[in-house]
């Protein structure tokens, strides 16, 4: 980060005091402005109407109103922010409902201090945290409709007919799914970035899509990419 660059505003949802001491001080420790904490959900959504983060890490376990309804909460209220689940498991069923609600990701709470500080760039940036296995799996389990319990995805936000799409749009959308970056979809359509960047615009201009974590989740759930494909959802991670 250059100065000239503003510094990232993080707020940290997470019932646990050492858990948020612990990612404050990493966060700060690399020029991160932490500038709010929150011990609950309600506080979190609390805190997302009157801080106006750039990005929130929001543990999905917590009391008086858990990350998930939180995550729904915050995003409604400021489309701007970007919401990085927290999880102590590396398949809980709450995570892909969390995606499909909105939240650019998640991360599990050993994370190296190095890939947090990465992760909350990359999701400031409009990325999706998809990588590595952990997110595969979990997306091929939920999206292949697998039973499970935990709540069901609800987006009612995103347009899932895809008959608006022209038939490249569709083809970079599959490609998406898979979790492939813009520069690895140049690469495989022989384009340009500049024109792969116009195609996924317009991908999530017509779609009503946040970010790329939801076209991963609506890749697989309108059948565009099917569970077990090469590649899919190996998405570049920090």
Known sequence: MTSAEPRLRVVIADDQELVRTGFRMILTARGIEVVGEAGNGREAVTLGGRLRPDVMLMDIRMPVMDGLEATRRVLAQDANCRVIMLTTFDLDQYVYAALAAGASGFLLKDVTSDFLATAVHLVSRGDALLAPSITRRLVERFAAGDPAPGPKPDVPSVHRD????????????????RGLSNAELAAELTLSEATVKTHVARIFSKLGLRDRAQAVVLAYETGLVSPGEPGATQAPGP
Not at 163 to 174: K, M, Q
């Open 162 to 177: 895809l008959g608006t799409l022209t038939p490249r749009e569709r083809e970079v959308l599959a490609l998406l799914g």
